[in-house]
Nanobody, 125 residues
Framework: QVQLVESGGGLVQAGGSLRLSCAAS????????WGWFRQAPGKEREFVAA????????FYTYSVKGRFTISRDNAKNTVYLQMNSLKPEDTAVYYC??????????????????WGQGTQVTVSS
């Protein structure tokens, strides 16, 4: 079993930065792919970013490109999401997820096998 715990959310003014962390425990394999998703009130869960098992490939939804950076530290079983130049529309609950059998379709949330409980990010204008 794999457990994921997110941290680092909070309230920040527009233009500010936050760094989310996702610590994994349990049966973790370095070949997992990792993703960040978010869900705002009344909206569907949305893909934000993903990173391949090697860390050599990263993927972002268009609205966060150039502002967010996903990274991983396999030695620490931790994935990060550095969020800069935050906007009010980034307000959501952010979830990290692990894909045990990555197939290359990183943006589809149904492909992910394990999920964290989420961390709230609120950006004020």
């Amino acid at each position: 079993q794999v457990q994921l715990v997110e941290s680092g959310g909070g309230l920040v003014q527009a233009g500010g930065s936050l760094r989310l962390s996702c610590a994994a425990s349990g049966r973790i394999f370095s070949n997992y792919a990792w993703g960040w998703f978010r869900q705002a009130p009344g909206k569907e869960r949305e893909f934000v970013a993903a990173i391949s098992w090697s860390g050599g490939h990263t993927f972002y939804t268009y609205s966060v490109k150039g502002r967010f950076t996903i990274s991983r530290d396999n030695a620490k079983n931790t994935v990060y999401l550095q969020m800069n130049s935050l906007k009010p529309e980034d307000t959501a609950v952010y979830y990290c997820a692990a894909d045990e059998y990555p197939s290359g379709d990183y943006s589809d949330y149904v492909k992910y096998d394990y999920w964290g409980q989420g961390t709230q990010v609120t950006v004020s204008s």
